[in-house]
């Protein structure tokens, strides 16, 4: 059902993006905006005014650090926290609970992988059969369409069965 459910949705998906794609080509909305915002930026100079601003708030920051040494204080601090961790982990894992509990949740996470994994085969299968569907069903429409015209403009439609006449096979 999940697998289904995500199917559809992913069809779906799928064909509005390409509504919406071919609405922005026939429309050139992506292109005008972006032409408008560049010609903005060239007659403020923003991206401009925001370097030079990146650069001075750089230099600024790299004047603190210099000053109070600020990074150094805190590499220390966090190689510091790094062995106090490593130590903890590993009086922590030898404990032979913590170590079933950490070896059951691994298993129940390898689970839940599979299962997911199995729903993605499913889905993408589901996707191909919908796809295949559509396709079908397009064909079908069009060809319905062309039959109809046939019987409403033409003297003779498609489904007319051709004429047969008896063939006497003594003259062979």
Same mark, same amino acid.
């Given at each position: #059902?999940?697998?289904?459910?995500?199917? !559809?949705?992913? %069809?779906?998906? *799928?064909?509005?993006?390409? !509504?919406?794609?071919?609405?922005?080509?026939?429309?050139?909305?992506?292109?005008?905006?972006?032409? =408008?915002?560049?010609?903005?930026?060239? *007659?403020?100079?923003?991206?401009? !005014?925001?370097? %030079?601003?990146?650069?001075?708030?750089?230099?600024?920051?790299?004047?603190?650090?210099?000053?109070?040494?600020? $990074?150094?204080?805190?590499?220390?601090?966090?190689?510091?926290?790094?062995?106090?961790?490593?130590?903890?982990?590993?009086? %922590? #894992?030898?404990?032979?609970?913590?170590?079933?509990?950490?070896?059951?949740?691994?298993?129940?996470?390898?689970?839940? =992988?599979?299962?997911?994994?199995?729903?993605?085969?499913?889905?993408?299968? *589901?996707?191909? *059969?919908?796809?295949?569907?559509?396709?079908?069903?397009?064909?079908?429409?069009? =060809?319905? %369409?062309?039959?109809?015209? =046939?019987?409403?403009?033409?003297?003779?439609?498609? !489904?007319?069965?051709?004429?047969?006449?008896?063939?006497?096979? $003594?003259?062979?």
């Amino acid at each position: #059902m999940v697998s289904t459910m995500l199917a !559809k949705g992913f %069809i779906l998906g *799928k064909d509005a993006i390409s !509504k919406a794609k071919a609405f922005d080509e026939q429309h050139h909305l992506t292109s005008n905006a972006s032409a =408008a915002v560049t010609s903005f930026d060239q *007659k403020i100079g923003l991206s401009e !005014k925001l370097s %030079i601003g990146t650069a001075v708030v750089n230099e600024k920051m790299r004047e603190m650090d210099d000053r109070f040494q600020v $990074s150094e204080k805190t590499r220390f601090a966090l190689s510091v926290a790094e062995q106090k961790a490593s130590i903890a982990g590993t009086a %922590i #894992m030898s404990n032979s609970y913590v170590s079933t509990g950490a070896s059951w949740l691994s298993n129940a996470f390898t689970a839940v =992988a599979r299962a997911a994994e199995d729903v993605g085969m499913l889905t993408k299968e *589901k996707v191909g *059969k919908a796809e295949e569907e559509k396709t079908g069903s397009v064909y079908k429409e069009r =060809a319905r %369409i062309i039959e109809d015209f =046939a019987e409403l403009h033409l003297d003779e439609s498609p !489904k007319a069965e051709p004429s047969v006449g008896l063939v006497d096979s $003594s003259l062979e």
